[in-house]
């Protein structure tokens, strides 16, 4: 047990194969059980995963805040298997609304970690169960990611981020669990004016669609902020602007050019460029 609790975090397979052989000579070794789920929830095998938090949770029983009915919830919810995620969530200790479909609540806005293992970034959405996130902000192309996808995202938070006084969790993204069909756009837009530009953010909206000026809400944080509580000096950069500025547009390319071309024909606006995004910076935290 040592020995797979010791490789978890640096050698999954090898983890995988010590908390196996651990729980064919005891079956009923609820933490070997737990743990192999965990190496295989983190490798992305959804259906070991449910089997292993499964047998772990019947094992210790329907107790409150027992880790093994969340993982459960989470493999559940990968496997669309509502029923499951539905009752494990409930005898963690949430409070579920009824149904017999995918879960779509309210459980407030949350930020998540896309794209862990080579350029990182952190957006916000609105959490519509306990593992999973619709995404609000434009993620940068190279997360691999649109605005209004579903992720799944993992239990334990890592880092958090502050908005209006209150610290809201990170949680690392597990999966994109349901891609959305909304193309992303990027424009390079110049105005005399910042209201010239929350203008044009504003028409996007309101004709529907979605639109973030990247250069005014992105940072690029240091690993060490990223994944805890964001420095000064970061919050400072994040209120630096210049004349171009760097627009995430969520609409067909049809769509976003005629209203930036609408919008341009205004005096002191350009647009400099507009396509579908193709490659953004690295480390992004929205």
């Not at 999966?175 to 756009?185: K, M, Q």
């Not at 203008?199 to 902020?225: K, S, Y």
């Not at 919008?263 to 350009?270: H, I, V, Y």
Request: charged share 25%.
């Amino acid at each position: 047990m040592a020995k797979g609790a010791s490789l978890l975090e640096t050698d999954r397979e090898a983890a995988a194969e010590c908390y196996q052989r651990a729980v064919e000579l005891d079956p009923d070794l609820h933490e070997a059980w737990f743990d192999l789920g965990l190496a295989h929830k983190w490798s992305g095998r959804w259906e070991e995963a449910f089997a292993c938090n499964l047998r772990a949770a019947e094992l210790v029983g329907e107790v409150e805040e027992e880790p093994a009915w969340w993982n459960l919830g989470i493999a559940a919810t990968a496997l669309h298997r509502w029923d499951v995620a539905r009752r494990a969530w409930r005898a963690y200790g949430v409070d579920m609304p009824d149904g017999a479909g995918p879960i779509e609540a309210d459980f407030g806005f949350g930020a998540v970690r896309l794209n862990l293992q080579s350029d990182p970034e952190v957006v916000w959405g609105q959490r519509i169960d306990p593992a999973r996130i619709r995404l609000t902000n434009i993620p940068y192309p190279t997360s691999g990611h649109c605005w209004a996808d579903v992720v799944l995202h993992d239990g334990a938070p890592n880092g958090y981020r502050e908005v209006d006084g209150q610290e809201h969790p990170v949680f690392d993204e597990l999966l994109r669990w349901a891609p959305s069909d909304v193309p992303t756009v990027e424009a390079s837009i110049s105005a005399d004016a910042v209201d010239d530009l929350d203008q044009l953010i504003a028409t996007i909206v309101e004709a529907g669609h979605a639109a973030e000026d990247w250069t005014r809400n992105v940072r690029t944080l240091c690993r060490r902020c990223s994944e805890g509580t964001v420095h000064a000096e970061h919050e400072e950069e994040a209120l630096v602007t210049g004349r171009e500025h760097w627009v995430g547009i969520a609409a067909p390319l049809a769509d976003a050019t005629a209203i930036v071309r609408h919008w341009e024909r205004s005096p002191g606006r350009r647009c400099h460029s507009i396509e579908l995004a193709s490659s953004a910076p690295s480390g992004a935290d929205a």
